[in-house]
Structure formats: C-alpha cells, structure tokens
C-alpha cells in the first residue's frame, strides 16, 4: 500500500499507470478530493485519461486510509498544502498536473502559489479562492451532534446531486464514502476555510487553469467562479449545466473529457 510520510502521520495514495511503454511520458496528474469524498471518487476520470497520463489520488488527511488526526490536532491550510506535495515526492512527481475539487480545490490554489514551480496546470472543479462562513461551520455541527455522521451525509446528498444524477448503484457507494468520515475530520477540515481569502495572491498563478463549475452548487455561485475566472491570469471557465456541488463524480466523464482536451493542446508536441 504506497504511503507518504509527513510531519504528522502517513497519507494513502494509489497510482494508476496504463501509458503504452512507446508513448512519450508526459507529466502525471495528482487529484485532491474535498470533505466527505475520497481518492476513489476520480475513478471515472480514469478512461479519459489514463491513456496518456500516469494518475494520482490521495485520501486527505483525517479520512480513508489516511492519518486520522485526533480532536485536539492543529489543522491549516498550510499544512494541506504540505500534505499534496508529500504526496507528490512520495509518488515522484517533480512536476504535476494539479486537479483539486471542493476544499482540494482551494488547497490547489494555495499550493499553485507557494511552489509555482511545480505545478504544471491547475484544474479547480466546484472549488474556490474564498472559503467557508462560521455559520457553515456551526450547521454542519448541530446536523453532525443532533444525528450523527449519517444524518450529516443524508442531508449533503442532495445538496451534491439532483435527484437523477445517479444510478443507485452510484449513489450507494458514494454515500458509504461519506458516512466514513469521522466527525472531528468534517468539522476541522472545513474550520480551515474559515476566512480564508486567496484574492490577492492569485495574479501569481500564471500556469494555465481550467475552471470546472456547476450551475447549481449551493456553496459557491457561480458569480464567485466568474470571479476567479477574471482573477487569473490564465484560466479557462467552463461552467457544466444540471449540476450540483457533486459535478466531478456525477459528471465524471464531462470533466475529465474537458481535462483530457485542455491538458492534450497545451502537450501536445
């Protein structure tokens, strides 16, 4: 099971390598999944993809087969951040494609700022540069301490899917992956959003962007992706209709088609 030491604990990450030995070897794709997701989350990305590009996907920290850290751990952006390129030295990635979504998202875009040097091109999907209200945060607690972990998830599911998104089938193990999550991590992982205001610091990304939206996201309009879009100096939006704060797993194959096409004309030769 390859494992990434950090400062505080291991993190899970699986590779997937299918590139024909004759193909040129282009640089990897790490994924970053948000609060309640986990690596396998990317897995219909995997046929659009995996052709022409070594992938990489992590648990988070607090989640899946990674460290769990107790109630008391300091969490912070910063140390997400550290724990991405952990696991990008871990699975030898000097240089990446850097997908994020959700908090992965916001956790890509602080990373695209503090080592600019190794991320090759940014992809954000239903993610974004402003973080999470305390009112967030203390609604996610009363559902979390009135119902429990599963009360919390049964009530996100429909903030992440329209009703026909899915098949049950989908759904199902979706919402298995979520009712995993211990309490402690939902609630810490989404306290460091708090606050948080990337703004200023986004004319520093100057590696291509591909921003992934949904129309319906009940956490970040689409205003708030539109401005991003014209924060960057070099980002592309494309936002996906008939979706929600779910897009890259009920719309796995739409996204990674858009990866596949925005990654292969900025590789190609």
Request: hydrophobic share 45%; aromatic share 8%.
């Amino acid at each position: 099971m390859p494992l990434a030491t950090t400062r505080h604990g291991t993190l899970h990450y699986e590779v997937v390598d299918q590139v024909a030995p004759w193909r040129e070897r282009r640089e990897a794709i790490l994924f970053h999944h948000g609060i309640g997701a986990g690596a396998g989350i990317w897995a219909g990305w995997h046929p659009a993809l995996a052709s022409a590009y070594r992938l990489v996907a992590f648990d988070m920290r607090g989640c899946g087969r990674s460290h769990i850290p107790a109630a008391d751990f300091a969490w912070s952006l910063d140390l997400l951040v550290e724990d991405l390129f952990a696991v990008a030295d871990a699975a030898g990635l000097k240089r990446f494609h850097l997908v994020g979504e959700s908090i992965g998202g916001t956790i890509a875009l602080a990373a695209a700022i503090a080592r600019p040097e190794r991320v090759a091109t940014l992809t954000v999907s239903n993610g974004a540069h402003l973080g999470a209200s305390i009112e967030r945060v203390e609604a996610w607690q009363r559902q979390l301490d009135s119902g429990g972990v599963k009360a919390w998830s049964d009530a996100f599911l429909p903030q992440r899917f329209h009703d026909d998104a899915l098949s049950p089938e989908q759904l199902a193990w979706f919402a298995k992956q979520q009712e995993a999550w211990p309490r402690e991590s939902i609630l810490s992982a989404l306290r460091v959003l708090i606050g948080t205001d990337l703004s200023s610091r986004l004319r520093d990304i100057r590696c291509p962007t591909l921003l992934l939206h949904p129309d319906a996201s009940p956490f970040i309009p689409v205003p708030v992706m539109a401005e991003l879009h014209r924060l960057l100096p070099n980002a592309e939006l494309n936002v996906i209709g008939h979706a929600r704060h779910g897009l890259p797993y009920s719309h796995a194959e739409q996204c990674a088609s858009l990866l596949r096409t925005f990654l292969d004309s900025r590789t190609a030769g």
